[in-house]
């Protein structure tokens, strides 16, 4: 019977099986692409900085977005993640001036607002078990819509949206594997479920719409030109395709912080100077946090919220030696390639050290937020959320890790890195500040 499934479906059932044990065993390590076999298909998976270029950048013209991301259009449309030609092109281009470096200041400003305002709440959840995911689900998630639309959700919409979100990766997680997704076929209860989800976030957007601030304002001249639908696709894209990738790679980054007292102190010798008598982070601030963002920057390399993603070659290929034919898929992989050892020394080491140099291991070495036309248009404002999560909260507390040592867990891959079996469950205390010292 295992023979018979092998050859039905050849390497699908190991890799779906565990998707990350897959990865590390078959390509971590190689020097070219590597070949498997998904049922019917031969996928490659990408995993060397030239092989990377070569797709995303260099010979981007000769790729497509894969089958899989049609899988999130009942849910984001045309959204930037989902669009391409001419669609994607204005989106990306009416929305970049409000992710930029410069054009996000003032959106920070309320995000820094929520994240002060949630900092004090945790000071009433001393010294108990707090489960770090939906912790940092519901805080990046407040952070992101307060620096986006400029104005923080009230209490009931940022549950509503929480939970909606929660249920919308679920929904992809499930299906991302599937040769065929029946649910999305039949009127089926998971069907009807997703839909309920779905009109929930586009209530959200409407409201939203009424008065639009930050990026929704930025956004008319799409919604003009291609219709309100327009605006619907990316708000919802925005909420969602950012929100679940920042959580879980906040609670890594809080979850490594809480294993590691040494690097704890090793920020706080460069925050305490910055929030001497009281004083509230700032967003120019931020980006004087080297150690900081050195440490974040790690926590991206080893636990890279999107693992993968995948492009089908829309002509024949030849990528560093092998054979690409046309309507093939690869895979690329952010968390192979940034644990390569000929590319990292001692790649499985967290070492914040690596990113306090101006030398690195190369631009498509270091993926977390993609790279070319389509990368995460959201980069800047994502590292700084994590830049001021970590900076808060070892500003203001201790931390015990529950869940075992960060060595010794692996996150569950689906969509993007999920939690392992076990959680990731921390304890807080207030820091005693009478023997704050700066290093």
């Known amino acids: ?211 639009p601030k930050g990026l929704l304002l930025a956004l008319q001249p799409l919604a003009e030109r291609y219709g309100p639908k327009a605006l619907r696709d990316e708000a919802i894209t925005m909420l969602i395709a950012g929100f679940e990738t920042s959580a879980m790679a906040a609670s890594w980054l809080i979850y490594t912080l809480a294993c590691r007292p040494d690097l704890v102190a090793w920020i706080r010798g460069e925050v305490d100077p910055l929030l001497e008598g009281g004083a509230d982070l700032e967003a120019g601030g931020l980006r004087g946090l080297r150690r900081t963002r050195a440490v974040v920057d790690e926590v991206l390399r080893l636990y890279p919220s999107i693992w993968w993603f995948a492009r089908v070659a829309l002509e024949d290929d030849v990528i560093d030696g092998v054979a690409v034919p046309k309507g093939s898929m690869v895979f690329i992989s952010p968390w192979a390639v940034q644990r390569q050892p000929d590319l990292w020394d001692q790649p499985e080491r967290f070492d914040p050290m690596r990113f306090m140099s101006e030398t690195t291991s190369g631009r498509f070495a270091y993926i977390p937020f993609g790279v070319g036309g389509r990368s995460c248009i959201g980069a800047h404002l994502a590292k700084a959320e994590l830049v001021a999560i970590a900076a808060a909260i070892t500003s203001a507390f201790d931390l015990e890790p529950l869940s075992g040592h960060v060595d010794q867990l692996r996150p569950v891959a689906g969509v993007t890195l999920a939690p392992p079996p076990v959680g990731l469950n921390v304890r807080l205390q207030m820091r005693d500040l009478t023997v704050r010292k700066v290093a």
């Open 1 to 211: 019977m295992q023979s018979l499934k092998t050859a039905l479906l050849g390497d699908l059932p190991a890799f779906t099986a565990d998707p990350l044990a897959f990865v590390q065993e078959k390509v971590v390590g190689q020097p070219q692409p590597v070949a498997a076999r998904f049922g019917f298909k031969t996928v490659r998976f990408l995993a060397q900085p030239s092989a990377i270029q070569h797709v995303l950048v260099t010979h981007a013209d000769r790729y497509g977005k894969s089958q899989m991301q049609d899988r999130m259009k009942p849910l984001l449309g045309e959204g930037m993640v989902t669009a391409s030609g001419e669609r994607w092109h204005q989106s990306r281009t009416t929305a970049r001036p409000s992710f930029s470096a410069s054009g996000l200041d003032q959106g920070l400003g309320h995000a820094l607002s929520v994240l002060q305002t949630e900092v004090g709440r945790l000071a009433g959840a001393l010294d108990r078990s707090l489960a770090i995911p939906p912790l940092m689900g519901r805080l990046t998630l407040r952070m992101a819509t307060a620096a986006m639309f400029h104005e923080p959700l009230d209490e009931d919409t940022s549950e509503l949206v929480y939970q909606a979100g929660l249920a919308a990766h679920k929904r992809l997680s499930e299906t991302m594997w599937r040769p065929i997704d029946p649910d999305a076929l039949l009127p089926t209860r998971t069907n009807r479920a997703f839909r309920k989800v779905i009109a929930s976030l586009e209530g959200v957007v409407e409201r939203l719409s009424r008065n």
